[in-house]
């Protein structure tokens, strides 16, 4: 009897675990359901999953020769959300983007004195990896411009230069006349120079030769007499004539009035417009300003000259008839000369080697 309520006991026993069992067992399911949720607050798993799939992009950035750059600036953009983020070269010269998500990105890398590297479109996929071969900065392109301004003594002595080469029919000296109308003025050392050379040039000599025998066949100046010495006396009469008035007609009194002795070629207009423009720079001239003036050192330069002139010409031809008439002559003969200059000289001009005036 006391075997048989044992017995009973034992089996009631494991009838009530196996029923606690069946009963648990839709807990433990229930439990384990709820961490493969996604939306559980304690889903780590699909964090952990993301980590291993995003990606990533590096690469090491050097020069031309191969040399490595540091602390090179790297920008990468996300072209889809127009996101942008940076990150320096390392003291090697590499650089890594790590967490990136799939899609589309382009990297612009800069530096200090260099040029700049932008890489084509590069495409992530989940989990790449990506290199970026070859990211090489140019050497930074620089222009230079040199502005090269002559001073006005220099452009003023190449105008010189330029005068002393015209000669009409490549003989005879064309020095004061000027075929640019935007020409620049003379400084004083340039007004003496050409003076200078316009009073001695070879066939400024030969000039006074031929004047002191027209003089010596119509016997003009008769107190100089004839022969050789009276042809001397005549050529150098003509010399003086010539080297005093240039000289302070062109270098002296333009210097002190800041007046241009030169001749600016006209070339425009009716003829009648020409002509007395020619005549009228006899007695007017450019100023060193630009503007029209009166030539007061012109016409100063042939008073001087003439007053100057009393000292070696014969006794019975001085007196102030004889200023005032090489006045009158010089400024007569002026505008003859302005008028070839501005309808004859300038086809017939010539500039060293043959080559014509402009």
């Known amino acids: 009897m006391n075997k048989c309520i044992f017995y009973l006991f034992l089996l009631s026993a494991f009838a009530g675990i196996a029923a606690a069992q069946q ?17 559980s607050p304690g889903f780590v798993a699909s964090a952990t999953n993301d980590n291993k799939h995003s990606a990533s992009i590096f690469g090491t950035v050097t020069d031309p020769s191969g040399q490595i750059v540091p602390q090179a600036r790297i920008v990468l953009t996300d072209l889809a959300q127009h996101k942008e983020q940076q990150i320096r070269s390392s003291e090697t010269g ?16 800069t530096a200090t004195g260099m040029g700049e590297y932008f890489s084509q479109e590069i495409v992530l996929k989940d989990g790449d990896a990506r290199i970026v071969p070859n990211v090489m900065l140019p050497i930074a392109s620089t222009s230079t411009e040199i502005h090269v301004y002559a001073n006005r003594d220099t452009i003023a ?7 002393v080469d015209q000669r009409v029919l490549g003989v005879l000296p064309n020095f004061y006349s000027v075929y640019d109308w935007h020409a620049s003025p003379l400084g004083a050392k340039q007004k003496f120079e050409l003076a200078f050379h316009a009073s001695t040039d070879p066939v400024a000599f030969a000039g006074y030769g031929f004047v002191a025998a027209i003089e010596q066949a119509q016997n003009t100046f008769p107190g100089y007499g004839q022969g050789m010495a009276g042809y001397g006396k005549r050529y150098g009469a003509a010399f003086a004539n010539d080297f005093i008035g240039r000289m302070t007609g062109s270098a002296i009194y333009p210097s002190l009035f800041h007046q241009d002795p030169r001749y600016f070629y006209k070339g425009t207009g009716s003829t009648k417009s020409r002509v007395l423009y020619a005549i009228s720079q006899a007695v007017l001239c450019r100023g060193d300003n630009g503007h029209q003036e009166i030539n007061f050192s012109h016409i100063l330069g042939s008073l001087t000259a003439g007053a100057l002139s009393n000292l ?8 102030v008839s004889l200023t005032f008439t090489n006045t009158l002559v010089g400024t007569a003969g002026n505008a003859l000369n302005n008028i070839v200059r501005e309808f004859v000289l300038k086809g017939i001009t010539t ?3 043959g080559n014509p005036a402009p």
């Not at 009963?23 to 939306?39: I, K, R």
Request: avoid cysteine; charge should be negative; hydrophobic fraction near 35%.
């Open 312 to 319: 070696y010409f014969p006794q019975s031809e001085r007196g």
């Open 351 to 353: 500039r060293g080697k």
């Open 23 to 39: 009963q648990s067992a839709p807990l433990a399911n229930v439990e384990t359901a709820a961490v493969e949720l996604p939306d």
């Open 94 to 109: 590499a650089f890594t983007f790590d967490n990136l998500q799939p899609g589309r990105y382009s990297i612009k890398v």
């Open 157 to 163: 002595q190449e105008e010189v230069n330029i005068a």
